[in-house]
């Protein structure tokens, strides 16, 4: 008997132990699609990189693509974003190539790109990998000879002559405006998403400029597509609606990164930051916001990171990894990109020069680990911490017992500088980029020396 209950007891010891373990892996979970997590659980500390399959290798293939795959993960990606698949029009194509965003048929690829099966094996192995993926979706407007088009003319915008059009306001002339009044059509989109996600696996959808599309339709569209499988939605959108009334996790903060560019071209102090925080407390607490400094349309359009922020280009990339929201990495970011890569024809990127892998994967470790930094309401809330100069920015983030400090010079001189109460309490906190750590006071003066365009960055 007392054998049996010894037995008993070292079972229940065990359980308990495990039940522990389970809970503390959890909290400090990195994302990984084998663990059947809910969409709120793995996107809570997790970044997204955007792929430009075209440019991504000189072959331009999902085959070729594959093979970065375990250096992202080594990176410390969780989200691949990969740009539009779809066959590309013909009709009043522009360029070379044509637009990725100008789809003739929703339900097929791109040749140049790869096959069906292609791309199928693309996301088993970044599933594999433990990574998820999103694919671009283009719902606001299609190619011209879109098999829609052809078949369903009344499914798209006219003009006055009785035309199909491009979408007005725009000089978008390579793409025809698709008419969200026919209901016929809204049920052929929603067909066409779930299509996606029943053939391929994916995790969901970056929703081409889904402000030009009704938030009713995208209710519809996620409720619907969520019966199949639970999805990430991403809006490159900036606007609160997009999370209350559309129902998406995450939306593009546009206002950060045109924030950023006013701060480098001197036409905003740094100051800004903060003004701009208070007014994105207009959005939900469980809305994610997307941080960049680059993208595929900001790349070829306006300019390279270096283009647009010179020499405080790391400083804007700390301030993006670091301020509420999830970090954007765009094809290429990591390998010093420094050429606007060409929109409708084939740009290869240059990777021999990948000296920027290290800096990102400190910032995404630190992502990761840190729930003070983790994505919408299970981020640590943001405070300013006043310093003795206008061009040096700090803030910390804290979350329980868990706190980061973030000090940026935005100026082209060496500055020695003193914050003052900067931590809610005294504690040692481990330098990110550098060996060491610093006993901050809550109380006393913290200085701290930085290099022209430093930055500091502290966890506890």
């Not at 990189?49 to 795959?69: C, D, I, M, W």
């Not at 941080?291 to 300019?303: L, P, Q």
């Amino acid at each position: 008997m007392m054998k049996y209950i010894k037995y008993r007891l070292f079972i229940f010891i065990g359980i308990l132990f495990f039940s522990c373990s389970a809970k503390k892996e959890l909290t400090s979970h990195k994302p990984n699609w084998k663990d059947g997590l809910s969409v709120a659980q793995w996107s809570k500390n997790a970044n997204i990189y955007e792929v430009n399959v075209r440019q991504y290798s000189p072959e331009g293939t999902f085959n070729a693509f594959v093979k970065h795959l375990p250096r992202l993960k080594e990176l410390g990606v969780d989200i691949i974003w990969i740009m539009p698949i779809h066959p590309i029009g013909v009709k009043k194509r522009k360029g070379e190539l044509g637009s990725p965003y100008s789809s003739k048929n929703y339900k097929a690829v791109n040749p140049d790109l790869g096959t069906l099966q292609d791309f199928k094996n693309l996301v088993k192995k970044a599933h594999d990998l433990g990574m998820f993926v999103l694919l671009d979706w283009v719902a606001n407007h299609s190619a011209f000879d879109n098999v829609w088009a052809l078949e369903h003319p009344d499914w798209y915008t006219h003009d006055s002559l009785g035309q199909i059009t491009h979408p007005q306001g725009t000089d978008w002339t390579d793409v025809a405006d698709l008419n969200y009044d026919n209901p016929n059509m809204r049920a052929a989109m929603i067909d066409a998403m779930k299509y996606w996600v029943k053939e391929t696996n994916i995790d969901g959808y970056r929703c081409d400029v889904a402000g030009f599309v009704p938030n009713d339709f995208w209710k519809t569209a996620i409720d619907e597509i969520k019966t199949i499988k639970d999805v990430f939605m991403l809006a490159e959108w900036d606007d609160p609606k997009m999370h209350t009334e559309a129902g998406f996790d995450m939306s593009y903060g546009w206002g950060f990164h045109h924030m950023t560019n006013q701060i480098a071209k001197g036409e905003e102090m740094p100051e800004r930051i903060d003004a701009f925080m208070q007014e994105e407390k207009r959005y939900p607490a469980s809305a994610i916001r997307m941080n960049f400094t680059t993208n595929h349309d900001e790349n070829s359009w306006n300019g390279t990171v270096k283009e647009r922020y010179g020499d405080a280009a790391d400083v804007f990339a700390v301030l993006a990894f670091t301020l509420e929201g999830m970090p954007l990495l765009y094809s290429g970011q990591e390998a010093n990109l420094n050429k606007r890569l060409s929109f409708f024809g084939k740009d290869t990127i240059d990777w021999s020069d990948l000296s920027k892998q290290k800096f990102f994967k400190k910032l995404l470790e630190l992502k990761h680990e840190n729930p003070a930094l983790w994505n919408g309401e299970n981020g640590g809330a943001y405070r300013k911490i006043e310093t003795d100069d206008p061009l040096v920015f700090a803030y910390a983030r804290t979350k329980g017992e868990k706190e980061v400090v973030v000090i940026l010079n935005f100026s082209d001189t060496s500055k020695n500088i003193t914050l003052t109460k900067p931590v809610m309490q005294e504690a040692v906190f481990q330098y990110l980029f550098t060996a060491g750590s610093k006993k901050m006071s809550s109380l006393g003066e913290n200085k701290f020396e930085l290099p022209k365009y430093g930055y500091v960055v502290l966890s506890k």
